[in-house]
């Protein structure tokens, strides 16, 4: 009875094996999306996803306390807006890092299910020739000359055989728990992949509904942003490069700027040599201006736009053979895009084959150039803090150009953007 018993523990063996293996079948299904990438090109993914979510949470922290601050009107409302589009980056950041994990998981699940595939088979087999030979009925075995002695025989050769079964398959008992625990993390995934999709959902809605109502505020104000609106799209048709409009929106810049910082009417000179001498104070004061016009250190609180992968750096060289004068991120489908300073909207709309795209100006002398959105959330003239919302990107394989220019001049904006 000993031996049946023992046995049957061999046969539950086998079949826990066989039920392992069909409990990670659900992990195999979520891997076929990165079925092309090996196990540890899978972790640098979620190292960096996570890298990602955690930059993500400092920054939403960073917006949501200066929206708390004591603050009044458009300024606090610029805020609000950039405090909420900070949450939704960071669910975001939160999903691409759920979606990883468990695209780590499945991966693990394919190894386990495979090293179980293969120690398994043995197994099976050796517990159905026992169940055969278990079965024979003791009446039979009598009958048959030598059989008594034979099945004496090989129940003896079990009780040595057993034990060293049950210690060939503690690693599959091993490899079963971490099936199991594999499982357990896939669901814990799977939950908060949920949870962030429902937040993301609810900030979502009401950050349209925020837009809306700056923009009808904007609206009644006066007459000047439909003025603005005209001119940037004036520009933009005379322009005939993206390079040619930022030229363009930069000098434009730049002189009122400049009018803006005249100190008053200066009194005519009475001689006409004292005339000529404060022409030419003036001329060298505005070239002075010119060289000095913008800040070294860049904006302040300079940020990339959008949570992704930079996928084309500065300087290096496009499919078109043209140097990049800015970088290229590749992020999600539907990504939240951010203003990466604060600053005015100089410029926003479609532009021959970059998708809509929005220039900010951040004053000293500094232009961003946002393009590859396909939903643009402000106007020209609009004033936005740093983090505020500024559209968002499509769904298939959106790239999104961030230019940082100084005296409109090209930099490299990761030179100026903070630790992300």
């Known amino acids: 009875m000993r031996k049946l018993i023992v046995l049957i523990a061999a046969i539950l063996i086998g079949t826990a094996l066989v039920f392992g293996a069909a409990m990670i079948q659900p992990l195999l299904a979520q891997s076929h999306s990165a079925s092309g990438k090996s196990l540890t090109e899978i972790r640098k993914d979620l190292a960096r996803a996570q890298r990602q979510e955690q930059a993500a949470r400092r920054r939403a922290d960073e ?214 001498a404060a022409s030419r104070m003036a001329a060298a004061a505005k070239q002075s201006g010119a060289r000095a016009g913008a800040s070294a250190s860049g904006p302040e609180d300079y940020r990339l736009p959008v949570i992704g992968r930079v996928t084309a750096g500065f300087g290096e060289q496009g499919g078109s053979g043209m140097r990049q004068s800015g970088i290229v991120i590749e992020p999600n489908g539907r990504a939240q895009v951010v203003a990466p300073a604060a600053g005015r909207v100089a410029f926003a709309g479609p532009y021959r084959g970059f998708g809509q795209i929005a220039i900010i100006e951040h004053g000293k002398g500094w232009t961003s150039l946002v393009t590859g959105l396909e939903d643009l959330d402000v106007e020209v003239g609009d004033t936005l803090a740093a983090g505020g919302p500024l559209g968002r990107t499509g769904t298939t394989r959106p790239e999104i150009l961030l230019e940082l220019r100084r005296a409109n001049k090209p930099v490299n904006p990761l030179e100026y953007a903070a630790a992300q």
Do not use: C, F
């Not at 949450?87 to 090293?115: H, K, N, P």
């Not at 923009?215 to 001119?231: C, N």
């Open 63 to 276: 917006l949501r306390e200066a929206a708390e601050a004591d603050l009044a009107g458009a300024e606090r409302a610029n805020r609000e807006l950039a405090s909420l589009a900070g949450q939704i980056q960071l669910e975001e950041a939160s999903m691409a890092a759920a979606r990883t994990r468990m695209t780590l998981i499945a991966r693990q699940g394919r190894i386990i299910d495979g090293a179980l595939a293969e120690k398994r088979e043995p197994l099976v087999r050796l517990t159905a020739a026992l169940q055969r030979l278990t079965a024979r009925p003791l009446s039979l075995t009598a009958l048959q000359p030598g059989s008594l002695k034979e099945t004496v025989y090989l129940r003896a050769v079990l009780d040595q055989t057993v034990p060293a079964i049950r210690e060939r398959t503690v690693d599959l008992r091993q490899e079963l728990e971490r099936s199991q625990a594999l499982a357990r993390e896939s669901e814990q995934a799977l939950a908060a992949l949920a949870r962030s999709e429902r937040d993301l959902r609810a900030r979502r809605t009401r950050l349209q509904a925020d837009l809306r109502k700056r923009r009808l505020a904007s609206r009644k104000a006066s007459g000047e942003a439909r003025q603005q609106t005209e001119r940037a799209h004036e520009l933009a048709a005379q322009a005939r490069s993206l390079n040619g409009l930022l030229s363009q929106i930069g000098a434009s810049g730049s002189q009122s700027a400049a009018l803006a910082d005249l100190p008053g009417p200066i009194m005519r000179p009475a001689q006409p040599t004292a005339r000529r």
